[in-house]
């Protein structure tokens, strides 16, 4: 009796392995075609890119090795550290000024609008702040460099007609105000995100601690403070690190809007690459920078990465 107590025991563990073996293989199955595309699209042309890096070339005729000689040339390129210190401004621009705006619009868009207005009308604005992210980035930069027109535009005019003649500006051709122009329209084009993403993370907190919180007399910043926040921590973390990637990488804005001008004041590692690669034709110098960039955005995602699996292992109990 115990024997075959034991044979079926075997033969049922031996089953339950090998249904769980079977499993594995079929997700596998479903995961091989994300992986192929993504080794075609992203890690073969990074491959490529990483190695033309290392050679001198025009695009035409065979590429010159020269190994680490664009790289060290880089690192003495004040043009390159110019551009990226304006991506420092761009991350200001798109992650730090969005989340900040984003945390208050979506507490208030909650907790004042959908309270007193009902839902509809707050889900009616979330849609009106989202809707630059819907729009074609080109799209929003043609009307953005209509509005900031020196001559006939939009922003200039309505300043004249208030009588604020005197701050007329050409907002996107002067080089001391040109880089501030363009972060006020990234501002714009990037808060959506973070608001539609912390108004469903608003929907995880439980009321009843906002309820208790209440009744033993916290107001509402103190509540917002020490409820709201750390319970859409993730969400926070979420929106930084997206948002942080998307201004290191930021091009089609400055494309439509400057072009990198005016005399390089919003220039940008992206933009940089782009035009010393088709423009100038160093390709392999072009490569190089987009190869440094690709680099620095790794290694700050695994950064903020590590950093929100920390922060969540130590909310645990």
Not at 82 to 110: E, I, K, N, Q
């Amino acid at each position: 009796m115990r024997a075959a107590t034991r044979s079926r025991l075997r033969s049922h563990s031996h089953s339950h392995s090998h249904s769980h073996s079977h499993s594995h293989d079929s997700y596998a199955l479903f995961l091989l075609p994300g992986i192929l595309a993504f080794t075609a699209v992203i890690v073969v042309p990074f491959l490529m890119n990483t190695g033309v890096s290392f050679t001198e070339w025009q695009g035409i005729g065979g590429p010159k090795w020269t190994g680490l000689a664009n790289y060290r040339e880089l690192m003495d390129d004040a043009e390159f550290w110019a551009s990226f210190r304006h991506s420092l401004f761009m991350v200001v621009a798109m992650a730090a000024v969005p989340t900040m705006l984003g945390l208050v619009l979506a507490a208030a868009l909650f907790d004042f609008v959908g309270r007193h207005f009902g839902g509809r009308w707050a889900s009616v604005l979330r849609a009106c702040f989202y809707l630059p992210q819907v729009l074609p980035i080109a799209v929003a930069g043609i009307v953005w460099s209509w509005i900031l027109a020196p001559d006939n535009g939009s922003l200039n005019s309505v300043l004249k007609a208030v009588g604020l003649g005197r701050w007329q500006q050409d907002w996107l051709g002067d080089p001391d105000i040109a880089l501030y122009s363009v972060m006020g329209v990234m501002v714009w084009v990037q808060l959506g995100f973070p608001l539609v993403v912390f108004m469903a993370g608003l929907q995880r907190v439980d009321p009843q601690l906002h309820e208790a919180a209440e009744l033993d007399g916290a107001g509402w910043w103190r509540r917002f403070w020490h409820i709201t926040l750390p319970q859409i921590r993730p969400e926070i973390y979420v929106v930084l690190t997206w948002c942080t990637i998307a201004a290191l990488k930021v091009f089609g804005a400055v494309y439509v809007l400057t072009k990198g001008g005016p005399g390089g004041a919003t220039d940008v590692p992206s933009y940089f690459s782009f035009t010393t690669f088709f423009e100038k034709t160093q390709v392999g110098y072009g490569a190089a920078i987009s190869t440094v960039l690709t680099v620095i955005i790794l290694a700050l995602t695994l950064i903020l990465l590590r950093l929100q699996t920390r922060a969540e292992d130590g909310d645990r109990p």
